[in-house]
């Protein structure tokens, strides 16, 4: 296939065309699972395309969506790019004004909106979008009390122009593999977001690496999508998946996901770290607390399983002893716990931020293909991923085709058709981002290998991203809860976490006179900061500071602190920044006991 031949609508067009009445689409309904042929898919793709066409949307013209993942997100989204518009994803768990921001700075001009909690807020803040023309209701459950700029899904595509059919037909043959697609929004340090500029070309691009890269998947493959499409790992991946015309099944509540194994016994699923840290986790539970020959069973089959694996992967010979032992180890503990992913997991890529080594050579070693990947919205998600022969400690090798270089600071350096066109209205920061000769700085500093193997070894970037795949700017949240009297210095702890947690110095001036008016009693201020009434008194207003925060922003635990940062110790700088490695060595007990069930010394929020 030529490079044309990858332009993601030619691909899902095709799909169409050749599968038909086979199921491109499943999703769950009042506890039924059903289905969308592929046939059904185009033919609601293209209604919806008329529809935007009589609404007079225009090549490259905005469309957002704010919404959970469902059918219609993808319909909205195909729908929307083959009319050579570009589509927009704000986070389902947005604020009104985060997506505000968004829908004004891409100059969104129709907002689809996936329930009511995502309606009412795009209501609340219409009056500040001048460019927003429509509110589309996704869902007939969706009150809209009859808002002027409102209108439901079925609605919206009843009345079609005359002209739209022979417009759609032209926008299809005009198509190029240099039109947006999308614009996706990241968070900068400073809180403020990027819009990313991808083009046909950069996905293109990924279609072809992952069919040089993956094993073989195709319309007998079943993926099962519950990250969200906001974020360019899962989007990207569905886009491969119908590319490839394999069935997507479609999650909304997150909470579903065990049933939704179970039930549809996928063979392809993307996931972040903390999903498997959860199950890691819950397995080792269930063990330790088994007898005594139960974990002895469990403790042979794992180490059978490692060496089996560690053999296969180096494409080593396996005894016909380690043969007969593994398949008794997999009759009676391995194969059971890849029941839990449904059985039949063939391959399971990770991704939106590191996976410890240990966690994915667990889950090799019981059979589970999982894949590593690392990438960036910059980078239309991979650069490089685990192959066959992978290091666990790495973040895989290279993507074909894709240049990967170390430059100053070991700075990892990006360059190749995967790269952005830009961040969208910021051309000094678009300049920013690159090097001279053209390579995409990642703010990762990392190293390469004699066998080809990309490691990360530190953070430049002060982004920081949580074990669940959120990008967190930590200066954004310090600045909310730092304004407060009572807070003389905070340092968010977020990457590789399941959630943002804090150290706070307090500013003790204003903590000894309140103490003294609640006639607080105290031997020193380690004795104060472990109070209950100043820890209760800290909680309610950072709750309270916290309003305007995204949910996955939000600091969920908290240490105080009997002590400020220093130069002396090298834990700020002269100019007063947080020297964050420094502080996370340091402070490595407080923060480990922040994310342990039961502890004095930090406290829930």
Request: proline share 3%.
């Amino acid at each position: 296939m030529n490079n044309n031949d990858f332009h993601l609508i030619n691909r899902i067009r095709f799909q169409s065309e050749t599968l038909k009445n086979n199921t491109a689409l499943r999703y769950l309904k009042n506890d039924q699972w059903l289905d969308i042929s592929w046939s059904s898919f185009q033919e609601q793709i293209d209604e919806l395309s008329q529809a935007l066409l009589t609404n007079g949307i225009n090549i490259q013209d905005k469309i957002g969506i704010f919404a959970n993942n469902m059918p219609r997100w993808t319909i909205t989204d195909i729908a929307t790019l083959q009319i050579r518009a570009i589509t927009v994803p704000i986070y389902a768990t947005n604020t009104a004004q985060q997506a505000a921001y968004i829908i004004n700075d891409a100059d969104v001009k129709i907002l689809f909106v996936g329930d009511q909690e995502q309606y009412n807020q795009a209501i609340s803040i219409i009056e500040q979008c001048p460019m927003l023309e429509k509110i589309v209701a996704m869902k007939e459950s969706i009150i809209t009390n009859g808002h002027s700029k409102s209108i439901h899904w079925a609605e919206f595509i009843k009345n079609l122009s005359n002209e739209s059919k022979n417009e759609l037909k032209s926008r299809l043959e005009n198509k190029k593999l240099d039109d947006l697609f999308t614009l996706i929004y990241t968070s900068g340090t400073t809180g403020e977001p990027k819009g990313v500029m991808l083009d046909y070309s950069n996905l293109a691009h990924q279609l072809k690496a992952h069919d040089q890269s993956l094993q073989h998947i195709d319309h007998n493959d079943v993926s099962l999508s519950f990250l969200p499409f906001s974020h360019i790992y899962e989007r990207a991946w569905l886009a491969y998946v119908l590319h490839r015309g394999a069935v997507n099944c479609y999650i909304e509540n997150t909470e579903q996901v065990r049933t939704a194994l179970s039930e549809l016994k996928p063979t392809l699923m993307c996931a972040v770290p903390r999903f498997y840290e959860k199950i890691y986790s819950a397995i080792h539970d269930k063990v330790q607390k088994a007898p005594t020959i139960r974990r002895m069973i469990f403790n042979w089959a794992m180490n059978i399983g490692h060496k089996h694996f560690h053999l296969k992967s180096n494409r080593q010979n396996i005894s016909l002893l380690l043969g007969i032992q593994y398949r008794l180890a997999d009759k009676l503990v391995l194969s059971k716990l890849r029941h839990l992913l449904g059985g039949r997991i063939r391959m399971m890529p990770c991704g939106g931020a590191k996976l410890e080594p240990s966690i994915g050579l667990f889950f090799h070693s019981i059979g589970i293909n999982i894949i590593l990947g690392y990438g960036m919205t910059e980078t239309t998600a991979t650069i490089s991923c685990w192959r066959d022969h992978f290091n666990p400690n790495s973040i895989g090798e290279v993507m074909p085709n894709t240049e990967v270089k170390i430059g100053e600071n070991d700075e990892i350096l990006v360059r190749g058709d995967l790269v952005m066109r830009g961040y969208y209205k910021k051309p000094e920061e678009t300049a920013q981002a690159f090097t001279e000769d053209g390579f995409l700085k990642t703010g990762d500093a990392g190293m390469i290998d004699e066998e080809g193997n990309l490691y990360i070894t530190d953070r430049i970037k002060e982004l920081m991203k949580t074990s669940t795949g959120k990008y967190i700017a930590p200066q954004h949240i310090e600045g909310k809860i730092g304004k407060d009297k009572f807070v003389e210095q905070i340092a968010i702890v977020a990457d590789a976490k399941k959630y943002v947690s804090a150290l706070i110095v307090p500013c003790f001036d204003s903590l000894e006179e309140y103490a003294k008016q609640l006639n607080i009693k105290y031997q020193d201020r380690m004795e104060l900061v472990k109070n209950s009434e100043i820890i209760q008194m800290f909680e309610k207003r950072i709750n309270e500071l916290q309003n305007e925060l995204a949910h996955f922003e939000k600091v969920k635990k908290f240490t105080l602190l009997p002590k400020a940062f220093t130069t002396t110790m090298n834990e700020i700088t002269p100019t007063l920044k947080l020297r964050r490695k420094v502080i996370l060595e340091r402070y490595k007990a407080q923060i480990e006991a922040m994310y342990k069930k039961d502890n004095e010394h930090s406290k829930d929020v």
